[in-house]
């Protein structure tokens, strides 16, 4: 490679130079840049050209439209989030509140299970003790039929025949009474029970308008008796039939029976083997065998009596008469069915012995039973009205006072809620039936505590109950 002068100039016999010429880049950038000339006129006419806006929309415009978006899509999207709050709120709260009764409901339902797992290893255990005794269950039967069977009678119910449809001939069901001298009509028949030396004891509708009574014992023999000799109770179903004193020497022995009576609260369970001894469709003397269904039932004709359920066979003749338990103890008084035709089918009705015999004693000791009264009419507190009053028990509403009874006498209003009688709380199943049951076990001229929600305020009030009359339902 040759070497040159940069300053000095070719020489004109001398081949251009074809080797590349490195240029240092910071060099390059040093120089100074090369002047511009603008003409003077170009210049002038550029200058109010630069100085005129462009057409477009005004600064202040595009502000005040951005600030707008500023607060108002927040504000929007504030309310839409509040109104969504407010909206699913009500759906959350049911949502919790069902939980929390399916829980208690499973709580519920665990606690029951648990309870009747070990009544069933109770009752396991039971019956491998039970099973070598199977053969002695019939033979008990047998005990027992003869055990109850003089204390059972049969009840015909008879009455003028001018006064009753008598049918076509020789279906005339005709009595010839010795006694009186003069036919009956039969009118109904039912059974009965030795219950006291010298009482015996029926249903109400067994022994209702009869113009003439007559018992048939086991034996055979037969009394006859006037109405008067019933002491009835139609609130019960339950009536009490007064034998002469003066009895003829063959029934005296008879009707000196006496009934041993079970405590139908603890001793009588759902299970138990039951025994109804009657008269149905007049055979006297007729045994039935079962068990007992069920504890509590209610039917609309007896609101104020908590009945048991058995499948033994019960059929119209049977009303009146006893239902026992394995022991031979009365744990009931036969008093309905529940059918489709008229006849058994496998669910029938009986008066618990404790009820029994509570009326039984005062209808013997006083001829009556009497019963607390208040003078009230009723209506049974609804769901959103006990919830806004904070009660959770039942509640009824007193809707109307009757004027110069306990209750206008003790200050009570309309609008007021019982929810309390004598400490004890109304049931939320039927709190209605459950407060007449209560008033109606109160004694007359007793004091009873109501608890009473009054203006939202609870307070309690204190009535001298009075005595129910007779002529109520």
Known sequence: MQSFDANSSPMPNDDPVTEPVMLDRGAFHSQAPL??????????????????????????????????????????????LVLLVLYVTPFLLVHWRVKEVQAEAEAIYQKRRAELKAEAEHADARLDLLDKRVQLVSLGFREVVRKVAPRVVNVANYRDPKHEILGPPGKRNLFYDADKDRHYVQFGVGSGLIVKPGYVLTNHHVVEKAQRLRLTFASGRS?????????????????????????????KEECNQVADF?????????????????SPLGLKQTVTQGVISAKGRLLHMLDLVELLQTDAAINPGNSGGPLFDQLGRVTGINVAIASDNGGNQGIGFAIPSNMTKKIVDQLIEKGEVPRGYLGIGLEELTGPKAKALGITDGGVVITRIVPGEPAQLAGLQNGDVIVRINNEALSQFQPIRHLRQLIVDVMPDSEATLEIVRNGQRQTVKVKVGKRPANLP
């Open 262 to 278: 079970a405590d139908s609260d603890k001793d009588v369970q759902v299970g138990d083997w039951a025994l109804a001894v009657g």
């Open 223 to 251: 009394l006859g008796l006037e109405p008067s000799a019933v002491v009835s109770d139609a609130i019960t179903d339950l009536a009490v039939l007064r034998l002469p004193k003066e009895l003829p020497e063959a029934l």
């Open 35 to 80: 002047p511009v000339i603008v003409p003077v006129q170009l210049a002038e006419a550029a200058a109010p050209m630069a100085a005129e806006p462009l057409p477009s929309q005004p600064p202040v415009a595009l502000h005040v439209g951005r600030a707008f978006w500023g607060w108002v899509m927040p504000s929007v999207v504030f309310v839409a």
